[in-house]
């Protein structure tokens, strides 16, 4: 049972390193910017308008699952760590849920800055790119607000948690103390009966 009990925990561990690792890369593009697709030799790839292209990033819980290094262009690649892929079943896993609500934070973060980049890489207009960078920063803002009320709500929990256990605390100190006294009221009870028992004794 104990082998069970460890080999469950290992494997919480394991699927929050995974997961973690990958929010590590995208919280880092979130913040410093997409990368641009490049070939194995650092070359910025380009479409048939020449303009840059956004490197692939998850967009979705499935995508975050599936996503591994080989799906992103070679010069990335080498830019990040080894990712492994998870099952969505494990993702979805209630000891993971925050690290979920992160991702999917990111998600639209990241699809935002696409626009962004794109917007300012292209041809488009100010007014385009104005509205792109309003969209990006609400939604980094709904993501950073979202990630707070989390960190919020688990503080609530842990606070019950203090409480329940203080109250079970002193429930059991207020037992013992009246097992206490029940044990002190019975020796004084027995101590005035072996008094009145001793004289008898020297009768004989």
Not at 185 to 196: D, F, I, M, R, T
Request: aromatic share 6%; glycine share 4%; proline share 2%.
């Amino acid at each position: 049972m104990i082998n069970k009990i460890h080999a469950s925990e290992q494997q919480k561990k394991v699927s929050r390193s995974k997961i973690t690792e990958k929010l590590r890369v995208l919280k880092n593009w979130s913040k410093g910017g997409l990368p641009w697709q490049t070939d194995d030799r650092g070359n910025v790839i380009r479409d048939s308008n020449g303009d840059k292209i956004v490197e692939w990033f998850p967009r979705n819980s499935r995508q975050f699952c599936e996503w591994n290094r080989m799906k992103c262009s070679q010069g990335t690649q080498k830019l990040i760590p080894e990712l492994s892929s998870i099952s969505r079943q494990t993702f979805s896993r209630e000891y993971n849920e925050d690290l979920k609500s992160q991702a999917e934070g990111l998600f639209k973060v990241l699809i935002a800055l696409e626009e962004k980049m794109n917007a300012s890489s292209s041809n488009a207009t100010e007014i385009a790119k104005l509205k792109r960078d309003i969209s990006y920063w609400q939604a980094v803002a709904e993501a950073e607000a979202n990630a707070l009320l989390e960190m919020m709500q688990r503080l609530n929990e842990i606070d019950k948690l203090y409480n329940k256990a203080e109250r079970i605390r002193r429930n059991n100190e207020e037992q013992l103390q009246a097992e206490i006294r029940t044990l002190k009221a019975e020796n004084a009870a027995l101590n005035k009966v072996v008094a009145k028992i001793t004289p008898l004794k020297g009768v004989d």
